[in-house]
Nanobody, 121 residues
Framework: QVQLVESGGGLVQAGGSLRLSCAASGRTFSSYIMGWFRQAAGKEREFVAGIGWKPIYYTDSVKGRFTISRDNAKNIVSLQMNSLKPEDTAIYYC????????????????WGQGTQVTVSS
């Protein structure tokens, strides 16, 4: 069993930065593929970034602006978000998957509760 708790969301102006963190419980954290999803109001959940297999994945709209990283010693996965745009506004979810390919299908073994990111113009 893995529990995921996100933090770091908030309100920021366009062009600003935020860093999301996801703390995971459990001793098998390093064996999971970790990722970030987001869901904007009225839209489907979108796979944003994933780490744990090669190459690291980013959806096209965040390439060059977002960076995902993980610290297996501390059981933390982070998402550094720079040059934020109003269209990045969404609830961001941390997720863990044991099977490569699940994230692309919108599937995960575990989900966090989500953290709100709001980017004002």
């Amino acid at each position: 069993q893995v529990q995921l708790v996100e933090s770091g969301g908030g309100l920021v102006q366009a062009g600003g930065s935020l860093r999301l963190s996801c703390a995971a419980s459990g001793r098998t954290f390093s064996s999971y593929i970790m990722g970030w999803f987001r869901q904007a109001a009225g839209k489907e959940r979108e796979f944003v970034a994933g780490i744990g297999w090669k190459p690291i994945y980013y959806t096209d709209s965040v390439k060059g602006r977002f960076t995902i990283s993980r610290d297996n010693a501390k059981n933390i996965v982070s998402l550094q978000m720079n040059s934020l745009k109003p269209e990045d506004t969404a609830i961001y979810y941390c997720a863990a998957a044991s099977v490569v390919g699940n994230f692309e299908r919108g599937l995960a073994d575990y989900w966090g509760q989500g953290t709100q990111v709001t980017v004002s113009s």
